[in-house]
């Protein structure tokens, strides 16, 4: 891959998680309700950080990583950190599995597959020979 290609690519993913990152500040309340309940439904009851504030860390990971990412700092690191970020961040908000009505399944597992996909081109950046 030539040097171009790969700071395109690199700086392709960043607006996924500056977008991603501003719309869950917008909705702290809710992205942090829907954190709450999730650590509930697996035994995760007396955590010493809220969800909203668990949710905020998360945001801000994800554009400081995001940015390192485009930018080529440490981008094997900034791409396993945006891995370990997008985990829970697709478990969470995207549980096709527990949405009640077809519409609301689909669209959810489209947006799983999509953060499944952007998680395997993460992998692949933070496992290359990284000469760019």
Same mark, same amino acid.
């Given at each position: 891959?030539? *040097? !171009?290609?790969? /700071? ?9 998680? $500056? ?8 909705? $702290? ?21 809220? &969800? ?8 801000? !990971?994800?554009?400081?990583? &995001? ?27 995207? !549980? ?21 996909? /952007?998680? &395997? ?9 990284? *000469?760019?």
């Amino acid at each position: 891959m030539s *040097k !171009a290609g790969s /700071v395109l690519g690199r700086a392709a993913v960043m607006p996924l998680f $500056i977008i991603g990152a501003q719309n869950a500040l917008k909705n $702290i309340e809710g992205v942090g309700g829907m954190a709450d309940s999730a650590a509930k439904k697996v035994g995760l009851n007396n955590l010493p950080v809220e &969800g909203k504030h668990m949710a905020t860390i998360n945001a801000y !990971a994800q554009m400081g990583l &995001g940015s390192a990412l485009a930018l080529g700092i440490f981008p094997q690191l900034s791409a396993l950190g945006l891995v370990g970020s997008l985990i829970p961040t697709t478990l969470v908000g995207h !549980a096709f599995w527990d949405q009640e009505t077809e519409e609301d399944k689909g669209q959810q597992q489209l947006q799983f597959v999509k953060n499944l996909a /952007v998680i &395997g081109g993460l992998l692949y950046l933070a496992t290359r020979d990284n *000469k760019h």
